[in-house]
């Protein structure tokens, strides 16, 4: 039987990669770690991990077993925070995860949905990127994740798309483009225009489609948030381009979105772990999510 610090130790491999890195996030000294990963092999059987240029790599078999690692894990420290909420007179935890954009438009209304009809249900929310929300679901970190992206049929995690997305090109009410009607990505070329970073799936649907139409595609900044980009143009330092969640962000704060494009490879979707059932707290968040972007996409 592994140990509760045995899996911290595998977890920490897997995510930063080095023995010394691993130990410290987890308060170990360095030898202590590499002797406790030795002992694991011998008691297991099977090499878990294989030196390559002084750095340690994990063999087919210790990414074989890493999904049970981060499961059990998973499990425990979930069973550790269900505990202490029971503790402290609450029952349940519901767990979300969200894209910084998606936070900010479509949790508030799902949330209170969710308070009303638990309302002694506690609620975390996890920020991060759409890949990092990915392998929260996969680890059962969070009961649900909103990204924006589609996930292939393959994919490690199960999806529910929410809406398809769209480019809108986000202005001062000053502007003189605010008042006009049937934009294109055509117009753009020869505005100063704020985007979205290659990194982020709305940012690269954003080159793909500026690629697809011919049309040059000349950014003066790049951000890693639609918000941070609204922001931008209302200090009128350009035309910003956001898909649709940073659409409605930006008309609830005084800005001008007219809609460019739609995106074809890109969209608003829910994500979970396979074969996770889904609580019914879970549901009545997911029931949330679909109303509003029902009434607002």
């Known amino acids: ?14 995510t930063l990669g ?7 996030s987890i308060d170990m000294t360095q030898p202590a770690a590499s002797a406790m990963l030795k002992d694991l092999e011998i008691r297991l059987g099977v090499a878990l991990f294989s030196r390559e240029k002084r750095r340690l ?9 890493m999904p049970e690692v981060l499961n059990a894990l998973a499990a425990l420290e979930s069973a550790d925070r269900l505990a202490n909420d029971m503790r402290h007179g609450t029952v349940a935890r519901l767990v979300i995860g969200a894209v910084a954009i998606a936070a900010s438009s ?8 969710v308070r009303a009809a ?5 609620v975390t929310v996890r920020a991060g990127t759409a890949l990092e ?4 679901a996969v680890e059962h970190r969070v009961d649900l994740g909103i990204i924006i992206g589609k996930v292939a049929d393959n994919h490690r995690v199960t999806s529910l798309t929410l809406a398809p997305l769209s480019l809108y090109a986000v ?26 970073a290659d990194a982020l799936p709305a940012g690269s649907a954003t080159r793909a489609a500026f690629d697809a139409q011919g049309v040059p595609y000349r950014t003066m900044v790049e951000v890693m948030q639609s918000s941070a980009a609204c922001a931008l143009a209302a200090e009128g330092l350009g035309v910003a381009i956001v898909e649709s969640l940073g659409a409605h962000y930006a008309t609830r704060v005084g800005l001008v979105a007219h809609k460019l494009v739609a995106l074809e490879n890109s969209a608003l979707t829910l994500v979970w772990a396979p074969g996770h059932v889904l609580s019914a707290p879970a549901i009545c968040f997911r029931d949330g999510v679909l109303e509003k972007v029902a009434a607002n996409m």
Not at 172 to 178: K, N, S, T, V
């Open 1 to 14: 039987m592994l140990s509760r610090r045995e899996l911290k130790l595998l977890r920490a491999m897997h």
């Open 18 to 24: 080095t023995v010394t890195a691993a130990a410290a």
């Open 57 to 65: 790599r994990m063999t087919a078999q210790g990414r074989t077993l």
């Open 106 to 113: 479509l949790l508030p209304a799902a949330l209170a949905r």
């Open 118 to 122: 638990h309302p002694s249900v506690a």
């Open 133 to 136: 929300i990915i392998d929260m």
């Open 171 to 196: 202005m001062r009410e000053d502007h003189p483009w605010a008042g006009r009607v049937g934009l294109s990505l055509t117009d753009m070329a020869d505005q100063t225009i704020i985007v979205l």
